[in-house]
């Protein structure tokens, strides 16, 4: 019998000040059985960074065809394809061709180092990718705000990033690589 998706609900309230973009957002994620929450915890801050009123999570890990997350417009055209984690470098050349613009959050620390020393020369070549690097203490602390149920903030100002809840607060490091 195969396992099923774990539901986690999340109200998320987005204040980014760079984007001016103010607005709360009730999510529900599927946690694939073999995904981590430090995995599922950088998507949903890909979704706090990249918020719009039709960006929505896709299959994830269930499949390959599409985005963890995406916004289309109202023709369906993939406007924004969103990808976390270290996909092989052929997925990111398929998604560059369907989306104007693809975006990576990496993590794993020095496998993500290692990944992208291996991937540079294949990747520079996607003009519409950008690809950022999350520090491995900052995803560990945002593993530790996973719940069932979540009420979190993220605050986004002068490149800082801020998620919190009601216990604590959690300043994410991230790096542009590409």
């Known amino acids: 019998m195969a ?3 774990t539901v986690y609900k999340a109200n998320l309230q ?3 000040m760079e984007r001016h973009y103010y607005q709360d957002h009730a999510l529900t994620l599927a946690r694939h059985p073999s995904e981590t929450d430090e ?4 998507r949903l801050l890909a979704f706090a960074l990249q918020a719009h009123e039709r960006l ?3 299959q994830g890990l269930s499949a390959d065809d599409e985005a963890d997350i995406w916004r289309t417009d109202l023709t369906g055209r993939i406007e924004q394809w969103i990808d976390v984690g270290l996909p092989d470098e052929r997925l990111l050349r398929k998604a560059s061709s369907r989306a104007d613009e693809v975006l990576l959050y990496a993590y794993g620390g020095r496998t993500a180092e290692m990944w992208f020393e291996q991937n540079r020369k294949e990747l520079a070549r996607l003009k519409n990718l950008a690809i950022y690097n999350l520090a491995p203490e900052s995803t560990q602390a945002l593993a530790a705000l996973a719940q069932r149920t979540m009420d979190l903030q993220c605050t986004i100002q002068d490149g800082q990033v801020w998620l919190s809840n009601a216990d604590g607060s959690v300043e994410v490091s991230l790096e542009r690589w590409q």
């Open 3 to 5: 396992l099923k998706s």
């Open 39 to 42: 995995r599922m915890m950088v």
């Open 14 to 16: 987005i204040a980014d």
């Open 56 to 58: 929505a999570f896709g």
